[in-house]
C-alpha cells in the first residue's frame, strides 16, 4: 500500500484527492513535544476526519521527549490515548515516534517496550517509528523491540540494518501528492494491516 503521514505542518486542500491519486493510507500526528512539553497536535481532528470520509486507511502516531520532560511511558501512553475521541476507530497501526532522544539504549528501549505494551493492553496494535541508523541502531536495542510492528525511515533507499519487522517504509520527507500543499512524507507498506486489525477487533476507541 502507498501512504502518506500528516501533522500540523500539513496543510490539505482536498483529502478525496489523495485517494484518487492511489494512496491507500495516512498516519496521523496526534501529539507533538517541544522542549519537553507535549501537546495535542492541532489539526489531528481535522486530518482523521477527512482522511476517513475520503476512505483512505488511518493510523496515528506521537512524539514524547521522554529525556526532557519529566513523564514516564505509562503517563505519555495514556497521554495519548486520551487524544482519541470515543468512536474513533483506526485499521492502520498506533505508533510511538523515537528519534532526536539522547543515546541511552537501555532506558529509551525500557521506555518504548513498557509505552507500547501500554497501548496493547488497552486494545491497540503499536508499533515503534525511527531512522534505520539514528534510532534502530543509535536508540535502541532493536532485538528486545521485535515483537513490535516498525515503521522505519531511510531516504533514497530502503532500510538495510532494521529490516526484520519493517513494515512500513518512509522513503522520503519530500513527495508531492495531489490536494496537499506543500511537501508531504511518502510511505511503503508491506503489511496487511487492515485487515489484521479489523479481524482482531483492535484500535478502537471506548
Not at 4 to 28: E, M, P, R
Not at 88 to 113: A, G
Not at 162 to 167: K, L, R, V
Not at 179 to 189: A, P, R, T
Request: glycine share 8%.
Amino acid at each position: 500500500m502507498r501512504g502518506i503521514d500528516l501533522s500540523q505542518w500539513n496543510t490539505v486542500k482536498d483529502y478525496a484527492a489523495i485517494k484518487a491519486a492511489g494512496y491507500d493510507f495516512s498516519i496521523i500526528r496526534a501529539i507533538g513535544s517541544s522542549k519537553g512539553k507535549r501537546y495535542h497536535d492541532k489539526l489531528f481532528v481535522k486530518h482523521y476526519e477527512g482522511c476517513t470520509k475520503a476512505g483512505l486507511h488511518v493510523g496515528a502516531y506521537a512524539y514524547f521527549q521522554p529525556h526532557l520532560s519529566g513523564y514516564n511511558a505509562l503517563d505519555d501512553a495514556l497521554y495519548f490515548l486520551d487524544n482519541f475521541r470515543a468512536g474513533m476507530h483506526f485499521d492502520m497501526p498506533i505508533y510511538l515516534d523515537c528519534e532526536t532522544w539522547i543515546k541511552d539504549k537501555k532506558n529509551n528501549t525500557k521506555y518504548c517496550i513498557e509505552f507500547l505494551e501500554t497501548l496493547e493492553k488497552r486494545g491497540f496494535f503499536a508499533g515503534l517509528y525511527g531512522s534505520d541508523i539514528s534510532t534502530f541502531h543509535d536508540l535502541v536495542y532493536k532485538e528486545e523491540l521485535k515483537p513490535f510492528s516498525w515503521w522505519v525511515a531511510r531516504y533514497g533507499k530502503k532500510p538495510n540494518y532494521a529490516t526484520e519487522n519493517c513494515h512500513i517504509w518512509q522513503k522520503t520527507s519530500s513527495g508531492t501528492v495531489p490536494g496537499v500543499i506543500g511537501k508531504v512524507d511518502l510511505n511503503e507498506c508491506y503489511k496487511k494491516f487492515p485487515e489484521i486489525i479489523e479481524r482482531n477487533h483492535l484500535n478502537i476507541r471506548k
